[in-house]
Structures are given as C-alpha cells and as structure tokens.
C-alpha cells in the first residue's frame, strides 16, 4: 500500500529556532515529491524535489530528498511567527497519476 | 485571474441529500482534481481530470460522481451524503499532469452530513 508518513505530527518551537520536518515514503512509481505549506485555508506550493541529494533553497526554508532511503527533510532556519501553519508532504505517482500526502506537520513558532 | 474558485464554501447537508460541489479555474488548467482534507489524514485525492472529457479515480472515490465537460469547470456530486463524508473538500488545478509544482488550489469547502 502507498504511503506518506510525516514527522513529527505537531512541533512547537520559539521564534529564532530551526527546525527539521521529515517526511518518508513507500510507493510505486516514485515521480516526484512536494511540500505545501497550509495555513487557514488551501495549500501553497514550497518545493518540488525529483533528484537525490540536490538541496532546494528559497529564503529560510530548504529541502532535500533520498531516493535510497526514501525520505526528505524540510528545514526552516531562524523561525518566525509567520512560519507557524501545517506543512505538507506529498509523493506523485507515475504509473496511476495519483498523489497521496502525508497527514501534515502543524508547527507552531511562538514569539 | 480568479485563480481556482469553490462554491460553496460552507454547507450543511442531512444524510441522503444529494448536492453539487462547483470548481472552476480561469487560467486553461488541463489538470484539475478534487481531495478531501480530515484531521489527522491529511489530502486525499478523489478523483481527477486529465482535460475535459476525461475523468478518473483516485484514492477513495467511492460516494463521490464527477464530470468535466468543459476546460473551466469540474463539479464534484455526492448522491447521496453519509456522515462519513463530512470533511473539507480542496479542489486544485495545473497546467498539466506533469506539472504539480504549479499545482493551485482552491479557498476549500467545508462539508458537514448530520
């Protein structure tokens, strides 16, 4: 069975800390991986990630991701209030053109 | 652009009553899709549409009808609502099925079956 397993599922941290959310996964037909930050309402796109051990960087945020080992991790650098919300894994299929997400990672930066 | 509109964004609906969740996207989008969004579970995919014409299913697409019969559109149908559907609906939309990353989504409609 396809599965996408976030940890951990909650995580609270103080304003200036980094912070490391894992994500793994078990499917067929790997395509490609990506993180979504989710605050109130829809999801927005962070990353995309198809190659192992090529770092994506955009600002505080970085992501990387091992096919070996079948993970990803997304970092957060110098945390601000405005980062707190639930981080999203999600895994493409290629062979059935689904997704499927993991549950999320609700972080919560306090000031 | 409007981007990737939803209508309803609240409904209350009693067991067995049929409705129409609407999604539209103005930006030519081929790829559109519908997940449903539960504590705990996070996005699961319902169904999807390659471009209009084409439908198909996705993770867990039983109670749950679609059609696309043009670019714009795709509604979501629930014939008959059961509690068990009671959730958060996402629809979301991209260029194409290759492009993910582009992938928008919509303000979401929250669903409530007593």
């Known amino acids: 069975e396809d599965k996408v397993v976030q940890s951990p599922l909650s995580l609270v941290v103080h304003e200036g800390d980094t912070v490391t959310l894992n994500c793994s996964y078990e499917?067929?037909?790997?395509?490609?991986l990506l993180w979504y930050k989710q605050e109130k309402k829809a999801p927005t796109f962070l990353f995309m990630l198809t190659s192992s051990g090529i770092e994506k960087k955009s600002g505080r945020l970085s992501s990387i991701l091992d096919k070996k080992e079948l993970f990803s991790i997304l970092n957060i650098t110098a945390t601000q209030t405005g980062d707190s919300a639930v981080y999203l894994c999600?895994?493409?299929?290629?062979?059935?053109?689904?997704?499927?997400f993991g549950a999320g990672t609700r972080l919560t930066v306090k000031p | 652009n409007a981007g990737v509109t939803q209508t309803p964004k609240f409904q209350v609906l009693k067991t067995g009553q049929s409705m129409t969740l609407q999604c539209a996207q103005d930006m030519n989008h081929e790829y559109m899709s519908w997940y449903r969004q539960d504590p705990g579970m996070g996005l699961r995919l319902i169904h999807y549409s390659v471009g209009a014409g084409i439908t198909d299913q996705g993770e867990v697409p039983n109670g749950y009808n679609v059609s696309r019969s043009t670019t714009e559109d795709f509604p979501l149908r629930l014939l008959s609502a059961a509690p068990s559907q009671t959730s958060v609906y996402f629809c979301?939309?991209?260029?194409?099925?290759?492009?993910?990353?582009?992938?928008?989504f919509g303000p979401g409609t929250r669903l409530t079956v007593l």
């Open positions: 979301a939309s991209s260029y194409s099925l290759s492009s993910h990353n582009e992938q928008f």
């Open positions: 499917v067929t037909n790997f395509r490609s």
């Open positions: 999600a895994v493409e299929m290629d062979n059935n053109n689904d997704m499927r």
